[in-house]
């Protein structure tokens, strides 16, 4: 099953959104977001010998995944789960390589890359919109939360340092471990992915973080996150990903009576790899989220950002975001 329908917001989501961004542009929030994902070019692949082949199967099903393991001791490393877009993962890895290995090597954390099959999903897309597949210890979650604590288990990942993260439909099932899981993963960067728990019939999303916190229940605790939106896709448009923030904000708030604002503390730019703003939002010193805007990529560019050599600096930046963070208890941000 593939995802194609119109994304309405709630009115009280529609509010929040008009602090962000312009009228003209919530016209556009009522749009189809199809999960689509990364369209690949041709650059090097990791060898073989950088890249194991295993799987995973609990009672929910079996999925294939990718591992990388940086040289040297691994215990006491981080883990970082990297969940791709839509379209074949298998061609994605064969025809582009998946560069976030290097920043493995580079920051020293273990890498795994879960793959979606197509008979799970026509497109295979991860089905983070399917309400079958957003809950803990069921579906899509327990398999990736499952491969998640076996990797711990076997190479003695410090269990204060594990994140999740993805592009696309990846970026979306990232936001449903989090609030599933927020006990097992310190941080996330959901990108280019859709808010939680949206509702088809009819379709609409609360972004009030309401729903995110409901489904991490007496775990629930600020989480911190990386997020990209690329402000020429097509797909998941800009405020599609100005939404996803909000939310998350808004969880935030709720799962650890903060103050912190829906505007940023602080706005920088960059121009590596390519021209973008970068959000910081900071509650007490500690940097609960930043939010991306390249400004020239459309949804294939953003895409190759984050899975090509091109997008080293962009992939680098997310990484030091997250292993910022360590675990924390209920209601704790930092």
Known sequence: MSLDYSLVLSCKGVQLIDRVVSRNRLAAMVAVLLASGLAVLGSPRASAADIAERSYTNAAGTRSYYLHVPPGDTAGKPLMIYLHGCTDPEAQLADNGFSLTRIADELGFVLAYPIQTREANERWCWNWFDPANQERDTGEPS??????????????????????GGYSAGGGMSTVMAAAYPDLYAAIAPMAGGPHGMSLQPPGADLTGATIVASMG?????????????????????????????QWLGADRLAGNLTLADMPTAVTT????VPATIEHYIE????????????????????????????????RRMMNLLMAHRLTGPQKAC
């Open 218 to 246: 007496p775990r629930a605790r600020p989480v911190p996150a990386f997020f990209l939106q690329d402000l020429a896709d097509q797909t998941s448009l800009y405020p599609i990903g100005r939404a996803n923030i909000l």
């Open 143 to 164: 398999i990736v939360a499952g491969i998640t604590e076996t990797l711990i288990q076997e190479f003695g990942i410090d269990r204060a340092r594990v994140y999740v």
């Open 284 to 315: 007490s010193d500690c940097e609960l989220a930043q939010f991306v805007t390249p400004l020239g990529p459309d949804r294939i560019g953003g895409g190759l950002l984050m899975q090509s050599p091109s997008g080293l600096t962009l992939q």
């Open 270 to 273: 960059t121009a590596d790899p």
